[in-house]
């Protein structure tokens, strides 16, 4: 259950609530978003709601039963839309493409890639300085100093950035830097770092983990959006399977199961989510299909020398391609 609060509800009333909230068998927790001044109560008895909505201080009280529920479309059929300020608008009525490197590698790559974006009409450059890497002998990124040449070059073409935070206390260290927090797939039930991107108020794109239900992505949510911070992205990035022939299975059927339980703006991830340069492509195009919000791939102009993910990574040709087709059939998805 989900009582919505008024903007000037006292200390007393709240405790009034909760007192009886409680006294119905509930647990009751206070949320507080940009948005809006909430009491979640969770509980299994069924009771009729009249029994609270006299209370002083109550200004709606929604009935939700499952384990998510602000992210869920019964709390807000809206949909939501994400202002990166700018005229960066993500969600909705558009189709976003975020495209850069897997990692942050040089000055020169980071020029290079602004201008292929900039070429494209591309606002959102993705990039990672802290890399999860299977090897710990693997390259794991340029670390901040990375992110501060990157930001630097990105701020002064008007390009906004996503990049992964891995742990709470890159939090802080990031958070001048980027206009996007991802949380990678490895992370998505990192509890504690959720729970601190909860009170950051900043946009945070969680992706779906490895070996992660869609449930458990609404979930990871959930803990964000009720620690503080609705600004919210879910990405589906592909899904370990027993197949072999890519490197991940890309379950598109999560994009249109998303989008109808949830008003977040969706993402798709076909670089991770098949892993293999050729199938990017035709993955992506299905993603925007099934009702992606947007897409967020690898491009580096020579994906042999990658310092990382360069099987996955389309060049800027491939790039250029792959983004025209994507805005064609968008279009066409919006003309249906
Ligand atoms: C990435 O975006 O480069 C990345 C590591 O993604 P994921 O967490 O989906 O593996
Ligand atoms: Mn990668």
Not at 29 to 52: A, N, P, S
Not at 109 to 116: K, L, P, R
């Amino acid at each position: 259950m989900i009582i919505q609060l008024h903007e000037d509800t006292t200390a007393e009333q709240k405790a009034g609530i909760a007192a009886t909230v409680t006294s119905l068998g509930y647990k009751i927790t206070e949320v507080k978003t940009q948005q809006g001044h909430y009491m979640i109560g969770t509980g299994k008895k069924e009771f009729d709601l009249r029994t609270l909505g006299h209370l002083p201080g109550i200004s709606d009280i929604h009935r939700v039963s499952d384990d998510y529920k602000l992210v869920s479309r019964k709390w807000k059929v809206e949909r939501t839309q994400i202002d990166l300020g700018d005229g960066v608008v993500i969600g909705k009525d558009s189709l976003t493409i975020m495209a850069g490197p897997c990692s942050i590698e040089t000055e020169k790559q980071v020029e290079a890639t602004i201008d292929h974006l900039i070429k494209n009409g591309v606002r959102i450059m993705r990039g990672g300085v802290f890399k999860p890497r299977s090897s710990p002998y693997a390259f794991r990124g340029l670390g901040v100093e990375g992110l501060k040449m990157w930001h630097s070059i990105a701020r002064a073409k008007g390009i906004k950035i996503i990049s992964e935070v891995m742990q709470v206390s890159q939090i802080a260290d990031m958070y001048d830097f980027v206009d996007v927090f991802q949380v990678g797939a490895r992370n998505t039930q990192n509890f504690n770092l959720l729970d601190e991107l909860g009170k950051v108020d900043k946009p945070v794109m969680i992706k779906r983990g490895i070996s992660g239900t869609i449930e458990e992505l609404l979930s990871s949510a959930e803990y964000v959006f009720s620690g503080g911070n609705e600004r919210l992205l879910l990405c589906e990035r592909g899904i370990r399977t027993y197949e072999k022939a890519s490197r991940n299975t890309m379950d598109v059927n999560a994009i249109p199961i998303l989008k109808e339980k949830t008003h977040l703006p969706v993402i798709a991830d076909p670089s991770h989510g098949v892993g293999l340069r050729e199938y990017v492509e035709p993955i992506a195009l299905a993603s925007v299909i099934a009702g992606a919000d947007g897409i967020i791939y690898e491009t580096h102009e020579k994906p042999e020398e990658a310092f990382s993910d360069g099987q996955q990574t389309l060049d800027f040709q491939e790039s250029e391609v792959m983004i025209n087709k994507l805005r064609r059939v968008f279009d066409l998805r919006e003309s249906f």
